[in-house]
């Protein structure tokens, strides 16, 4: 089945490490994003690609890095530089770019815990 | 910097109720706006959309308003089902932020039997 596929569901981390997400899909979807997503709060966008080994910064970027080596791969890195890093982390991809299609498509979420 | 304010926080509603979201934003250079719907433990998946052209769009149960002058949309489910309890999201798609989508705080929305 086509789909966006996340992991791990539930990690946890200890403070000063560094730990990557992984989201892979199989849509043939030329933009993927990072989202993070707070209790109380919209969805926050960390980074998004709209092609291959190109991305960019979204709102809140800072303490995270990401990669696009693969049209189908885009992990992100949640670096000890990120203060706050507890949170559910959300990745979504589109056919295109936002500005062609409004629609995203979202994996189920990795839940990450600092301890 | 670029708002969509969402209310209420929560809602309870009776089953065969109507259920009501609201949205409010605060730019104009927005050209579309979805609503999101998300279960627990899941990820969001779009429900309907509109664009500020169309005062109304309607998806079965499903219906958005659109109030351009008063940059207001809101989201009625109408013969409110417990299925429908979940976390609802508005967004906004934002011309001048590289078409990015702003989010709403999300309504988390229960359906009593």
């Known amino acids: 089945d086509g789909g966006i596929t996340q992991s791990p569901k539930y990690l946890f981390r200890k403070e000063g490490q560094n730990v990557t997400l992984s989201c892979e899909q199989n849509?043939?979807?030329?933009?993927m994003y990072w989202y993070r997503q707070d209790p109380g709060q919209g969805l926050r966008l960390i980074y998004y690609?709209?092609?291959?080994?190109?991305?960019q910064k979204g709102d809140i970027a800072e303490g995270y890095s990401v990669s696009r080596e693969k049209k189908e791969s885009f992990p992100l890195t949640v670096t000890s530089a990120q203060k706050n890093p507890t949170a559910f982390y959300l990745c979504?991809?589109?056919?295109?770019?936002?500005?062609?299609?409004?629609?995203?498509?979202f994996g189920e979420g990795s839940r990450l815990t600092v301890l | 910097q670029q708002q969509v304010k969402q209310s209420p926080q929560s809602l309870i509603v009776q089953k065969g109720g109507i259920s009501i979201i609201n949205c409010a934003y605060e730019?104009?250079?927005?050209?579309?706006f979805p609503w999101y719907q998300q279960f627990p433990g899941k990820g969001p998946a779009l429900l309907i959309a509109?664009?500020?052209d169309v005062s109304e769009k309607k998806e079965g149960r499903f219906t958005i308003s659109f109030n351009k002058s008063a940059k207001q949309f809101s989201l009625h489910i109408m013969d409110s089902q417990p299925g429908d309890s979940a976390t609802y999201f508005c967004a906004a798609r934002g011309v001048d932020s590289n078409y990015q989508l702003i989010w709403g705080a999300g309504t988390k929305l229960i359906i009593k039997p």
């Open positions: 730019n104009t250079a927005f050209d579309y």
């Open positions: 690609s709209q092609i291959v080994n190109d991305f």
């Open positions: 509109i664009r500020p």
């Open positions: 849509l043939n979807h030329d933009a």
């Open positions: 979504a991809s589109s056919p295109r770019g936002l500005a062609n299609t409004g629609e995203l498509f």
